[in-house]
């Protein structure tokens, strides 16, 4: 009985993972083609690569850049909210950001719960990121904690996870990277290497004691 559950457990994992294949594949093929928006000068078309410069968060030209837009809730609870519709018209009523916060919780459903809630978070967080991109919309993929009381305690599942995600959109001139912060008690050792290994995206870390985001390491 307990082989047959491990076999079981293995198949849903691989099912997942190729549900991950399969969504790339379907993202230039879905309602967010570039052929159905009208495109304005306040998204990735316009802007390009983000960098900050002299305390002021720029596009490539050197100009000031102000990011706008809505994060969602728990990615495992409403993916719904993350399709194509859902973020063209967003898009549609002036915003060029979206947040998408996938739970890294142990619990909750979250990305280090188990190995098969790790490749269904990662689905969807994927999934919106081509959805927001293709909506010429910046977008921060939210390493996002709710219960887990230390952060660091994830460690060992962020660096990987990490890893993959700049790697794999190394090239996305509209994808932003936030990270806890109290990561950055030592992300200069770990965590932006690791980043800026393979990308040079924009980390995005929270301030402390207030509500107010800031944007580093944009190179």
């Not at 802007?47 to 990011?67: C, D, I, T, Y």
């Not at 549609?92 to 280090?112: I, K, P, Q, T, V």
């Not at 932003?176 to 200069?188: C, G, H, S, V, Y």
Request: hydrophobic fraction near 45%; charged fraction near 20%; proline fraction near 2%.
């Amino acid at each position: 009985m307990a082989r047959r559950k491990k076999i079981w457990k293995m198949i849903r994992i691989f099912l997942f993972a190729a549900a991950i294949a399969v969504m790339h594949g379907m993202a230039s093929q879905n309602a967010c083609e570039s052929d159905t928006l009208e495109y304005n000068k306040n998204g990735v078309r316009h802007h390009g690569a983000l960098r900050v410069e002299a305390a002021r968060l720029v596009n490539h030209a050197g100009e000031a850049v102000q990011l706008r837009g809505m994060s969602s809730h728990g990615l495992q609870w409403y993916p719904e909210y993350t399709n194509c519709s859902a973020l063209v018209t967003t898009k549609e009523y002036g915003a060029n950001l979206f947040r998408a916060a996938m739970y890294a919780d142990s619990n909750l459903g979250g990305y280090s719960q188990d190995e098969e809630n790790a490749a269904h978070n990662k689905m969807i967080l994927y999934h919106t990121i081509r959805n927001a991109l293709a909506a010429d919309m910046y977008v921060v993929a939210d390493w996002h904690l709710l219960e887990d009381e230390n952060p660091l305690s994830l460690i060992d599942k962020a660096i990987p996870f990490f890893d993959e995600l700049s790697q794999f959109y190394a090239d996305e001139l509209g994808d932003l990277i936030e990270i806890p912060t109290d990561f950055m008690k030592f992300a200069n050792h770990i965590m932006i290497i690791h980043v800026r290994h393979f990308s040079n995206s924009c980390i995005v870390y929270k301030a402390a004691n207030n509500n107010r985001y800031r944007v580093s390491r944009c190179f």
